[in-house]
């Protein structure tokens, strides 16, 4: 009888080979310089957190269009694409796989953070409730400008050579943004996505531009080095639909035809049911993809082990905890106590809640 998997047993992701089935979430944590270049306390920030099996870089704006908060780190011009080289050499020199996640966030922006003060862009003029972190404070989102149809391919391209930037930074490989209220989302959803051309209506047009996009950044990489991240039950930036399961259920089956490295669900959201829309059953998502499946929010090394164990993700991410406990895989092995994370410090700057958090070995 063949041993029974746990979250610290390896795995194959795409032509890569991982010591544990630990990854580390996407997080952002707006520790960039204010370029959008990549520093050297991130490169300290990301080395300690190697072990993790894989590592999902924070978002990484794909063009100086699709930022959204204050000192996140771009991945379009060369300054940008050399801070992320010392990061990814840290992490291959510890013996890590690390990718980098491709980000647009459309309408969750600002003029204060848009070149030349220009509105944000969306598939269609709607504003979101709520605020938006800048520089100069705190603003009340915007309506933004609806995308012309002609203007599409541009946002692909930016994806394309966002993509190309990756591979020459040294990543292994690269996640598609399709979460969490952002713009690839935004199109997805009937509540966001009011078009009238063949970017909105059906089913199948909402989710057109995602496909595309995924089309794009594998004629980069190769297929089996991209990853899709979605987000189904997540409210998170005024986000909505009717129908979610019919939404991503038909993206999941869609996305099969490309063979990814994997496809990255989170959870985020489940604890407020229904506030995206119509309850959704994630035991109906699994079973219409083919390939990796990565699940995420709120999982303990039993549940992951349970998770995994039950064929409902083959990995597990983690983020609040890879926060905290940048030897979290050690943590794991040992049974040992975890660091508690500091919410206070997510976002705020400096090395305090960033890279100071003790290892076991202190």
């Known amino acids: 009888m063949s041993e029974a998997l746990t979250i610290l047993s390896p795995v194959k992701l795409g032509p ?19 370029g959008g270049v990549p520093n050297a306390l ?13 590592i999902i870089s924070e978002g990484a704006p794909v063009s100086p269009q699709g930022k959204g908060y204050p000192y996140t780190p771009g991945i379009y011009n060369d300054a940008q694409i050399q801070g992320w080289q ?28 848009q070149p030349d003060g220009a509105l944000p862009v969306a598939p269609s003029a709607l504003k979101p409730a709520g605020q938006v972190l800048t520089e100069q404070g705190l603003f009340d989102f915007v309506t933004p400008r609806a995308l012309e149809l002609a203007e599409i391919p541009m946002i692909i391209e930016q994806f394309r050579h966002a993509a190309d930037c990756a591979r020459q930074a040294g990543f292994d490989g690269v996640e598609i943004h399709g979460a969490n209220g952002y713009l690839l989302d935004q199109f997805l959803r009937d509540g966001t996505n009011r078009r009238a051309d063949a970017y909105g209506g059906a089913t199948a047009n909402r989710a057109r531009l995602l496909l595309e996009v995924v089309e794009a950044v594998a004629s980069v990489w190769g297929s089996d ?12 930036n005024d986000i909505r639909d009717s129908d979610p399961q019919a939404t991503f259920g038909y993206v999941a089956e869609q996305l099969n035809r490309f063979n990814l490295a994997y496809l990255h669900i989170t959870e985020m959201g489940k604890e407020a049911p229904g506030a995206a829309g119509p309850a959704f059953n994630l035991d109906e998502l699994r079973p219409l993809y083919n390939g990796t499946y990565i699940t995420n929010a709120g999982y303990t090394a039993e549940t992951a082990t349970a998770a995994i164990a039950e064929n409902r993700a083959d990995l597990v991410a983690f983020g609040k905890l890879f926060i905290a406990n940048p030897d979290l895989p050690e943590r794991f092995a040992r049974n040992a106590p975890l660091n508690e994370p500091d919410a206070d410090t997510f976002y705020q700057g400096g090395t305090q809640g960033y890279t100071d958090y003790p290892f076991l070995s202190d």
């Not at 089935?21 to 952002?28: E, G, H, I, S």
């Not at 010392?86 to 953070?113: C, D, K, N």
């Not at 080095?225 to 998170?236: D, N, T």
């Open 16 to 34: 890569y080979d991982l010591p544990n089935r630990l990854v580390m979430a996407p997080l952002t944590r707006c520790r960039a310089d204010s």
């Open 42 to 54: 991130m490169v300290e920030y990301y080395r300690q957190r190697a072990g993790a099996g894989l």
């Open 86 to 113: 010392a990061i990814t050499s840290a992490v291959h020199e510890r013996g890590g796989r690390i990718f980098l996640q491709l980000w647009h966030v459309g309408r969750i922006s600002h003029p204060a953070l």
């Open 225 to 236: 080095k991209v990853g899709v991240r979605l987000s189904p039950l997540q409210p998170f």
